[in-house]
């Protein structure tokens, strides 16, 4: 019978070699996420530390690599670890099956799109792991803070995220689609547009797909929204690298 959510891969991170898990959600309840509409949504976390635990203390490097916005960095990370703390008890109860060929299929015959990295990023989980996942899907959206790093290969299905026009050029540079984050009233680059569902709230992820790397789509700028102190925090971290 076919479950809401799978653990789709256990593994060492590719980022520090520790113990990390890949979730899979949303096969039959679909994300209540506005704005990314129906997307299978991704949940990169580590096998040993609850997510509001690790990231308040810094243990967060395995899945969110050298990200500035971490809690214990700049504290302006935009996902409520609520979620991924729940999905981190389930999966410790042993409540979520192991994706299977069976609902690889299914994927294939629905095309779900989906988005990787919900919470983590995607290159801790090897490029192997997705391909098939990506293969029978067609659709997705997603994002790495790890493009220096990463296998160059992820171009092709990730954006760059980047939080300043010179970091956006050197990832431009090295054959990467940008998306960065701005302040609210901070005018877009010329090689940018906004965020679609920014534009207009009638507009979804699952169905714009604009952030899905490497093609002749342009690069994609959002404005920073949120809870207030994340906002406050994002904000600083700005000033910061832009003195
Ligand atoms: S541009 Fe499209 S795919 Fe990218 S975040 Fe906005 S709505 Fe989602």
Same mark, same amino acid.
């Given at each position: 019978?076919?479950?809401? &959510? ?13 113990? *990390? ?23 990169? *976390?580590? #096998? ?12 967060? &490097? ?45 994927? #294939? ?8 990295? &919900? ?25 790495? @803070? ?9 171009? #092709? ?14 990832? #431009? ?23 679609? @569902? ?26 920073? @929204? ?5 906002? &406050? ?11």
């Amino acid at each position: 019978m076919l479950q809401n &959510s799978y653990v789709a891969w256990e593994g060492a991170s590719l980022i520090d070699g520790s113990p *990390i898990v890949l979730i899979l959600t949303g096969f039959i309840i679909p994300t209540s996420n506005r704005k990314t509409g129906r997307q299978i949504q991704s949940w990169i *976390i580590s #096998q040993n530390y609850v997510p509001t635990y690790a990231a308040k203390h810094g243990f967060d &490097s395995s899945i969110c690599g050298s990200c500035p916005l971490r809690l214990s960095e700049t504290g302006s990370c935009y996902v409520n670890l609520l979620t991924p703390n729940n999905i981190y008890r389930s999966y410790i109860t042993g409540n979520y099956p192991q994706f299977s060929d069976k609902e690889l299929a299914l994927l #294939q015959h629905y095309r779900y799109p989906i988005r990787f990295g &919900s919470y983590g990023d995607p290159t801790a989980v090897p490029l192997e792991v997705w391909e098939p996942i990506i293969l029978a899907s067609g659709k997705y959206t997603g994002y790495t @803070h790890n493009w220096r790093e990463t296998n160059s290969l992820w171009k #092709q299905y990730l954006m760059a995220s980047v939080h300043s026009i010179p970091e956006a050029k050197e990832a #431009q540079n090295q054959g990467w689609r940008t998306f960065r984050i701005i302040a609210p009233d901070a005018p877009l680059s010329d090689n940018e547009i906004l965020c679609r @569902h920014t534009e207009d709230d009638r507009n979804q992820c699952s169905t714009c797909l604009l952030c899905d790397g490497k093609s002749s789509k342009p690069n994609i700028a959002d404005k920073i @929204h949120g809870l207030n102190w994340k906002v &406050s925090n994002f904000l600083k971290y700005l000033e910061s690298i832009s003195n």
